[in-house]
């Protein structure tokens, strides 16, 4: 049973009470049973991100990537290939940035499957080994590495998107059994930067109050800008890192209002800032 709990520590709204996460074989058993009930034909009257299934990322519940787009998919007809970046992004030096990339290129993953476009997700899919090499983590990934590509030729994209939403817990578990707690914790901010990019493009181009709703966050950006307070001061330093931080503490009072009260012009700032960001993840530079 979920409960809630306040974290230490300092962050954009001081004294949010965050949910502490369900065990990872509920997660998974909630992923493959009860949930994908929400892609009945009828839409949601109303989307509440606690009726998703959740991934712990330590103690705050986040929503599955793959629960939120199949969502979206209901709210309209979004052009998911429009939303699919172009090329393959070179493994950067820099650990921090690696990291970041990884995550992002997961959530890509998730864009790809919605766009049913299987050589992008096999691309994808090697790499997500690529850069998990880069940072240890190999080992975990190569399994779902060859899943993601047997599933994408066979057109099973529910389990492709089981595949990448298992990789993401896959190279987190591992990065945590290895005392990486911070380079885990940018995967996760990685993915839910690109996530968030693609959800305020479609939402902006056809703008609900449903889909405004789905940016209503407040609790799980506040979590990541805590979560690089409490990294090294190497990584606090680190200037992709730092920008990040001051993007999340742009976000967040944008995101602290509920769907009635996120706008279309402040749909477009979110995604301009994750835009931004997540081009710097990609190419480097400034």
Same mark, same amino acid.
């Given at each position: 049973?979920?409960? +809630?709990?306040?974290?230490?520590?300092?962050?954009?709204?001081?004294?949010?009470?965050?949910?502490?996460?369900?065990?990872?074989?509920?997660?998974?058993?909630?992923?493959?049973?009860?949930?994908?009930?929400?892609?009945?034909?009828?839409?949601?009257?109303?989307?509440?991100?606690?009726?998703?299934?959740?991934?712990?990322?330590?103690?705050?519940?986040?929503?599955?990537?793959?629960?939120?787009?199949?969502?979206?998919?209901?709210?309209?007809?979004?052009?998911?290939?429009?939303?699919?970046?172009?090329?393959?992004?070179?493994?950067?030096?820099?650990?921090?940035?690696?990291?970041?990339?990884?995550?992002?290129?997961?959530?890509?993953?998730?864009?790809?499957?919605?766009?049913?476009?299987?050589?992008?997700?096999?691309?994808?899919?090697?790499?997500?080994?690529?850069?998990?090499?880069?940072?240890?983590?190999?080992?975990?990934?190569?399994?779902?590495?060859?899943?993601?590509?047997?599933?994408?030729?066979?057109?099973?994209?529910?389990?492709?998107?089981?595949?990448?939403?298992?990789?993401?817990?896959?190279?987190?578990?591992?990065?945590?059994?290895?005392?990486?707690?911070?380079?885990?914790?940018?995967? +996760?901010?990685?993915?839910?930067?690109?996530?968030?990019?693609?959800?305020?493009?479609?939402?902006?181009?056809?703008? +609900?109050?449903?889909?405004?709703?789905?940016?209503?966050?407040?609790?799980?950006?506040?979590?990541?800008?805590?979560?690089?307070?409490?990294?090294?001061?190497?990584?606090?330093?680190?200037?992709?890192?730092?920008?990040?931080?001051?993007?999340?503490?742009?976000?967040?009072?944008?995101?602290?209002?509920?769907?009635?009260?996120?706008?279309?012009?402040?749909?477009?700032?979110?995604?301009?800032?994750?835009?931004?960001?997540?081009?710097?993840?990609?190419?480097?530079?400034?």
């Amino acid at each position: 049973m979920l409960h +809630s709990e306040i974290l230490p520590g300092e962050g954009i709204f001081p004294g949010c009470a965050l949910k502490r996460g369900m065990s990872l074989f509920s997660l998974l058993v909630a992923l493959t049973t009860g949930p994908l009930s929400l892609r009945a034909d009828t839409p949601p009257k109303k989307i509440a991100l606690s009726d998703f299934p959740a991934a712990a990322v330590q103690e705050v519940v986040v929503p599955v990537p793959s629960e939120i787009f199949a969502v979206l998919d209901k709210l309209g007809n979004p052009n998911w290939k429009a939303q699919l970046r172009d090329g393959k992004a070179r493994t950067p030096e820099d650990r921090a940035r690696t990291a970041l990339l990884l995550g992002n290129v997961i959530a890509e993953g998730f864009v790809a499957v919605e766009a049913e476009d299987a050589e992008r997700v096999k691309e994808l899919g090697r790499q997500v080994l690529t850069l998990a090499e880069a940072i240890n983590v190999r080992k975990s990934v190569i399994a779902r590495s060859k899943s993601i590509t047997d599933k994408a030729d066979q057109r099973d994209w529910r389990g492709v998107r089981s595949e990448f939403d298992g990789a993401l817990q896959d190279v987190r578990g591992a990065m945590d059994e290895l005392n990486d707690q911070d380079l885990s914790q940018l995967v +996760s901010l990685g993915g839910w930067l690109r996530g968030t990019e693609v959800l305020t493009s479609i939402i902006g181009k056809g703008f +609900s109050k449903d889909g405004a709703e789905l940016l209503h966050q407040p609790e799980l950006v506040n979590y990541f800008d805590r979560c690089i307070g409490s990294m090294s001061a190497r990584l606090r330093r680190n200037p992709l890192v730092a920008e990040i931080r001051d993007v999340l503490r742009k976000i967040g009072p944008l995101v602290n209002e509920g769907g009635d009260n996120i706008t279309p012009e402040k749909v477009k700032t979110i995604h301009d800032l994750t835009r931004g960001v997540d081009q710097r993840i990609v190419n480097g530079g400034n």
